[in-house]
């Protein structure tokens, strides 16, 4: 099984400073047809997960530009440049690259 | 728009059975892999289960082989978990979620709880 890093284990942050959630895995995302299967997904309180990022770096359609995604292989990492209240919650990262699916610990976000 | 419902949790004594069921809409529902992710009280995130858009193949996490069962039923745009030999550890809300390997799952039902206890 694909083993998922996440860290830090909390953030808090104050609102309009930026933040960034490092996620590594045990073995490369990246798969023959070129693509890397690693997604963040956002579960704010009390709420199922949303999805933000897909394939590293691609935002889903609603999702605000502050928002980014980055990395390769095995080492990614989800920034976030200017924290509002509304990005509370806890983040996750996810392979889909093989079965088990797996996530990351979580990342839980808290303004300051 | 793409919608999942769950439903049949609850609360099962050690050893019981219990049966989830998720209605899909807003998309060809055999056109897509579906997945079960469970969530434990105050933890991370779980798969637990796929099953390919035909039903044909089906795959589990160790945690759950031999006790638990996916199935669909494509007719009826409904995603099954059969669940048995509860544990206490099986207690958590249990999410419906459209896709599998290779893709994003997305979206999340809403979840239904299962409490194992006696």
């Known amino acids: 099984d694909i083993v998922m890093t996440q860290t830090p284990l909390s953030l808090s942050v104050t609102p309009g400073q930026p933040a960034s959630i490092s996620c590594k895995s045990s073995q490369s995302l990246l798969h023959s047809d070129g693509k890397t299967y690693l997604y963040w997904y956002l579960q704010k309180p009390g709420q199922s997960p949303q999805r933000l990022i897909y394939?590293?770096?691609n935002r889903f359609s609603g999702v605000p530009d502050r928002f980014s995604g980055s990395g390769s292989g095995t080492d990614f990492t989800l920034k976030i440049s200017r924290v509002e209240a509304e990005d509370v919650g806890v983040y996750y990262c996810m392979q889909s690259i093989q079965l088990p699916l797996t996530f990351g610990g979580g990342t839980k976000v808290e303004i300051k | 728009e793409v919608q999942l419902l769950e439903s049949g949790g609850g609360l099962v004594q050690p050893g019981g059975s219990q049966r989830l069921s998720c209605a899909a809409s807003?998309?060809?529902?055999?056109?897509?892999?579906m997945s079960w992710v469970r969530q434990a009280p105050g933890k991370g995130l779980e798969w637990v289960s796929a099953i390919s858009g035909s039903g044909a193949s089906t795959y589990y996490a160790d945690s759950v082989k031999g006790r638990f069962t996916i199935s669909r039923d494509n007719s009826k745009n409904t995603l099954y978990l059969q669940m048995n030999s509860l544990r206490a550890e099986d207690t958590a809300i249990y999410y419906c979620v459209k896709g599998s390997v290779y893709v994003y799952i997305d979206p999340w039902g809403q979840g239904t709880l299962v409490t194992v206890s006696s």
């Open positions: 394939e590293v770096s």
């Open positions: 807003g998309f060809t529902f055999s056109n897509y892999a």
